[in-house]
């Protein structure tokens, strides 16, 4: 069993940046995926970003692609979020899943654990 643990976010201006990161603890990350999603108030989670452990290739959704980088720390077993360019309608808990496999199988309704969030709000 995976535990996946988010930190980083807070309050961020219009047009700056943010780096969340994914504590994952409980078994070896080389056989999981590692997804990044987000939700907004009154909308569903979406996801934008999965990485697969067993060979570090990352894959963008549409959403937010050219404006986030995902990166893993295999040593730290952490998987880091960046984004830049933030607008207002980014603001949403941004939550770290995992599932077991590789490749590009993050999907919201195929993970098998989640971390509980960290909440970015984009406001000046």
């Known amino acids: 069993q995976l535990q996946l643990v988010e930190s980083g976010g807070g309050l961020v201006q219009p047009g700056g940046s943010v780096r969340l990161s994914c504590a994952v603890s409980?078994?070896?990350?080389?056989?999981?995926?590692i997804g990044w999603f987000r939700q907004s108030p009154g909308k569903a989670r979406e996801g934008f970003s999965c990485?697969?452990?067993?060979?570090?290739?990352?894959y963008y959704r549409d959403a937010m692609k050219g404006r986030v980088t995902t990166s893993v720390d295999k040593h730290m077993n952490i998987v880091s979020l960046e984004m830049n360019s933030l607008k207002p309608e980014d603001t949403a808990i941004y939550y770290c899943?995992?599932?077991?496999?590789?490749?590009?199988?993050?999907?919201?309704?195929?993970?098998?654990?989640w971390g509980k969030g960290t909440l970015v709000t984009v406001s000046s």
């Open positions: 409980g078994s070896t990350f080389d056989y999981h995926s």
């Open positions: 990485i697969s452990g067993y060979d570090g290739r990352v």
């Open positions: 899943a995992s599932r077991s496999g590789s490749g590009d199988i993050c999907s919201r309704g195929l993970m098998d654990y």
